[in-house]
Each structure stands twice: as structure tokens, then as C-alpha cells.
């Protein structure tokens, strides 16, 4: 891939994005122990891991993204064979 | 439903699922799945309940899944509508396959559903492995009298798909180049689902199958796995949200390590071909394949079949099957770091970097 320039700045922006999703879950941990176990009586709850999983992935596929490809990690030119 | 269901972590179990998860999303990015094999057992080795781990497994899978989807997406390697397709039929298979596993539980009892899940293991892994690896070894063998890459072909059992038409089922599907009816993927995805709930990697039929019945290259077959796997992933994570025994804490260690280890893995796929792809997956099918022998004098003696073995020689052959579960992992993330960096390298010489 021909494109020396590191994408510095939005591996940063989604790095502390990403720190930021990982401190608040970790730091309300309990609070979302206690919204799985009123699943069962609150159907709609269910909503919440589903959600967190793609916000995550979002944001945290990004910054790993961008983290390989500013250590000179990338894809062959055009990538794939077929 | 009792907080016990939810362990106390700390920095240790922290650190083992970042690790594993990072190493299963190498190996996913690669070859489409794999990776839940080792976290079910590594999350209930650190006393996470079984049904807590599964559900927290199946819950880093889809957005792991969407994310190496996405990336090989960028690489021309994805056919959407055939993982999309396939992927729906596997939630009907998986579904099915969890009935099926109920039932024998209810019937037979806990071993009964060991021996169930051995017997598919061993059929699969044995039967499925050392084709793909027959076939990558064939092929490296054809690249080396011909100092090329071999050229994709289709078998002789996918021609034979192409050529069936069956009028209101045919569909054209990119990555195969050609219409297949649907009656012919609609066992393969059922099939892959019902694997997905019996052994937890519905890929090692889904690719195999993608390639020698349907006839798409191995490089996409793997990568419209990731499709199917997030699917199945999504239906999965709602069905055990809805009983509230997903861990997201769990879930989103494993996904942080799994994200770092799937880009490298699917970057991994444009500097290989197919015959790699092949040779990593039988790899890991044929060694899982051993980790069996370990767990079987357990069931057989618990079911007195054979002289009662004591419970800690029991213990001690189960943590011989899942450390032969690691090295399965551990020897297909070592295949794909080498061939990556031998591949950079040939790349960037090639290119006069």
C-alpha cells in the first residue's frame, strides 16, 4: 500500500475512545451485573450487551485498526489474491 | 438469577482471556473461525459457570466476527450474500442443535451429551481435517513442480452443484462465479449451525464446504465465514441476553484482545494463498482432533464401560485435552505471525521498499 503517512491522530482518537468505553464499563461493572439478572423479569434489558458489543467494536476495531497500520502493519497492495 | 453466575475477576484471568482472545481472533481473521474452542473451556477453568461462558463466548463473536467481515470486505474477499444466506440457515441449524443436545442431556445425562459431542467432534475434525489438509498438501505439492501458485479449481462434486438447475432456486453467488440452487445451501448452512452448537466452531464445515461443494476459493470461503459467524453470533447473543447469562464484562475483555489479533489475521490473508489458508485450518482441526483421546477414558469409565479410573487421573487427562486445545490454537497463530512476516518481507522486496 502506498501511503507512507501515519494515520497518527485517529489512532489516538479512537485509542482513548476506546479506553474511555473499557474505564466506564469496568467502573459501573456491577451496574450491569444487576441489568443481566432483571433480564428475566425486564425482556428489554436484553438490549444492553447487544448494544455495548457493537459500540465497542466500533470504536475498538478502529483504534486496532490503525494501531497495526501506524507499526507498518498493512495489507498487500489491492489485498486479497482473488 | 443469582449473582454467583458472575465471577470476581482480576489481573490474572484479565490478562489469560485477553491472551486467548487475541490469539482465537488471529486464527479467526484467517480462516473464519476458531478461538471459542479454547475461551469456553479457559473461562470455565477460571470458575466462570458453563452456560455464562458459552453465552459471553457467542457474545464477543459477532462484533469480533462483523469487524474481520468488515476488513476482508476492504480486500474483495467477502460474498455477502451467501454468508448471509448461509448465515440465517445456521441460526436455524444452531437452534436445532441445541434441542438436539438438550434432549440427549435429558435422556442420557451429562455424559451422554460428552459422548454426542466426541463422536461429532471426531468425525468432523478426522474426516473433514485430513481432507483439507490432503488437499493443502496436494496443492503445495502441485506450487512446487510449477514454481506458481495453484490455480483455484473447482471439484468435481462442486461442478457437478453448478451444473444441477433447479428452476426458482438458482442463485449467482459472486464468490463462486456461477448460479447454485438453493437446496444445496440450505443443508450446508443448517449443517454449520448445528456444528456451532455442538463444538462451538461452525466454520469447519462452513468453509470446507463453501470450497469443495460449492467451489469458491478458500481465501473467501473464509472470509463469507466471518459473515455467517456473525449471523449466527448476533441471534446467539440475543437468545442467551434474553436470560440474562451473558457476562459483557467477559465478553468485552476477550473482544479487546480478539480485535487486536483479528486485523492481523485478516491482513495476514493478502499476503497468502489459498494452500496456506488450507494447511492452517487442517492443522488446527487435526490436533484438536487429539485433544479427544484425553477426555474419553473419563466418560467411558464414568459410564462403566471400562475399570473405574480415579477422579484425579480424570482431572489430570481433561487439563492434558484442553492444554492439546491451546496448542491447537497456539500452532495455528505461530503458522500465520511466520507466514505474514515472510510474506511482508517477500512483498516489500518485490516492491523495492
Known sequence: ?82 | MESSLFIDLNLYSILALFVVGFVGGMVSGFIGSGGAFVLTPAMMTLGVPGIVAVASNICHKFPKSLVGAMKRHKYGQVDVKLGLIMGVIAEAGMLIGKQVMTGIKHLYGDVGTSLYVSVVFVIVLAVVGTFVLRDAYRMFQQEKAAGAEAPHEASRLARWVQSVRIPGTMVYFPSIKAQVSLLFIVPLGFATGMLAATIAVGGFIGVPAMIYVLGAPALMATATELVIAFVMGLGGTVLYALDGVVDIRLAMIILAGSLFGIQIGAIGTTYVKDSLVKLVMGLIMVIMLFSRFFYVPGYLSTLGLIAPIQDSTIGYLKLLGDATLVLALGVGGLTIILALIKGMVAYRLAQGV
Open chain 1, 1 to 82: 500500500m502506498s501511503h507512507p503517512k501515519k494515520p497518527i491522530t485517529a489512532t489516538l482518537f479512537y485509542g482513548i475512545a476506546s479506553l474511555l468505553l473499557y474505564t466506564l464499563l469496568f467502573l459501573n461493572a456491577d451496574l450491569f451485573i444487576e441489568w443481566a439478572e432483571r433480564t428475566k423479569d425486564h425482556k428489554s434489558l436484553f438490549l444492553i450487551p447487544v448494544v455495548v458489543a457493537f459500540v465497542f467494536s466500533y470504536f475498538h476495531g478502529a483504534f486496532t485498526s490503525y494501531f497495526w497500520e501506524i507499526l507498518g502493519l498493512r495489507a498487500a497492495k489491492s489485498g486479497g489474491k482473488h
